[in-house]
């Protein structure tokens, strides 16, 4: 997605261990425009794919999936981070450990908002070794729901998440994928188109 690639390359800075920072239009604050835009691309792109949930993860995923949830007209749930669950009974959990905070959290949702028959869109802001979006397929499997696809706003390509949403046989659509970083210069696949 142009718009998103041109905000990359006006906002983002590179950071040590291949962490982009986004924090201007992503991660702190918001920019709805572009969130809109990318909710738009995300509903056309999975139009056809009977979903009936999106699910992400908080806090920066709920932006993206909230816009998509706007324009597909279905429920948007996000897996709360905790740093050990207790009462479990209600929950589905997964744990997942944070490429950028280097620690592990689980992640829940509430069994009331997940079932057998939900055919679900995971939702997230980057995918970086897919620890995040197992965690979700965890989730899933946990409640029998279907993963109609996943669709993430950055992908940084070279790293293994890609392969780990291949191997799980579902959708992948990312509207930035970045091949690599050259320093603080960010290049991506559609550089190549
Ligand atoms: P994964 O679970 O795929 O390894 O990493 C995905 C999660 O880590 C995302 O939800 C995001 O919060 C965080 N993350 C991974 N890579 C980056 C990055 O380059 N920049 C930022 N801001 N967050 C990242």
Redesign the pocket.
Known sequence: MRALEQRILKDGRVLPG?????DGFL?HQVDPDLMFAMGSEFAQLFREAGVTKILT?ES??IAPAVMTGLQLHVPVVFARKHKSVTLIDDLYTAE?Y???KKTSNHISISKKFLSADDKVLLI??????????QGLFDICDAAKATIAGVGIVIE?VF?S?HQLVEDRGVQLESLAQITSFDGDRVHFASEND
């Open positions: 291949e962490v982009l920072k986004v991660n993860v920066s995923g997942v944070s490429y950028t997230d802001d980057f995918l970086a070794n897919g620890q995040a979006v940084k790293q998440g």
